[in-house]
T-cell receptor
């Protein structure tokens, strides 16, 4: 199993550009989420999904869109990049609590994004 | 808004010393997790606690969930350089899939 994979690893954008951060998992996990990590602020939840076709907002959703057309993939779209979106982005997945299985979150290696 | 505050923010100790990291909130959580993160990598789960007063041990690491399920602690005995990293706590409320992360404690263990 590859676990949770994220692409790209690094990205530089100009203000106003759009892009999609890719996230995929091969563990058949129902739950997937996107976090951003900034110095001194831990991880903050952007969006999450409890299954294909179901998404919801986290703490800091503004400026980001998500969709979940398959169980495996959960892309994060930046609509119009701003310097405030400079951060490290992590994707995570887990079984749902309803499954009765461990809901340990498995994290990808992260995407380091700089917006100039 | 739920908040999880961790203390201390930074900790630099000598190999062999003991330490305790705290994770506090005014909110009640149905479960609380501790993660360790190395530079350039994603967090890796260490433990999940779900019952008030629960104590779990992982080799030299001891985790405790507060009786009221609002706080937790991580105690490391005889720290080793391999324990160096960023320690994060994360809590989830009952009936929600949203995990709230603490601000993190950056630990450095010197040989």
């Amino acid at each position: 199993n590859a676990g949770v994979t994220q692409t790209p690893k690094f990205q530089v954008l100009k203000t106003g550009q759009s892009m999609t951060l890719q996230c995929a998992q091969d563990m058949n996990h129902e739950y997937m989420s996107w976090y951003r990590q900034d110095p001194g602020m831990g991880l903050r939840l952007i969006h999450y999904s409890v299954g294909a076709g179901i998404t919801d907002q986290g703490e800091v959703p503004n400026g980001y869109n998500v969709s979940r057309s398959t169980t495996e993939d959960f892309p994060l779209r930046l609509l119009s990049a701003a310097p405030s979106q400079t951060s490290v982005y992590f994707c995570a997945s887990s079984y749902s609590r309803a499954s009765g299985l461990s809901y340990e979150q498995y994290f990808g290696p992260g995407t380091r994004l700089t917006v100039t | 808004t739920q908040l999880l505050e961790q203390s201390p923010q930074f900790l630099s100790i000598q190999e062999g010393e003991n330490l305790t990291v705290y994770c506090n909130s005014s909110s009640v959580f149905s479960s609380l997790q501790w993660y360790r993160q190395e530079p350039g990598e994603g967090p890796v789960l260490l433990v999940t606690v779900v019952t008030g007063g629960e104590v779990k041990k992982l080799k030299r690491l001891t985790f405790q969930f507060g009786d009221a399920r609002k706080d937790s602690s991580l105690h490391i005995t005889a720290a080793q350089p391999g324990d160096t990293g960023l320690y994060l706590c994360a809590g989830a409320s009952s009936g929600t899939y949203k995990y709230i992360f603490g601000t993190g404690t950056r630990l450095k263990v010197l040989a």
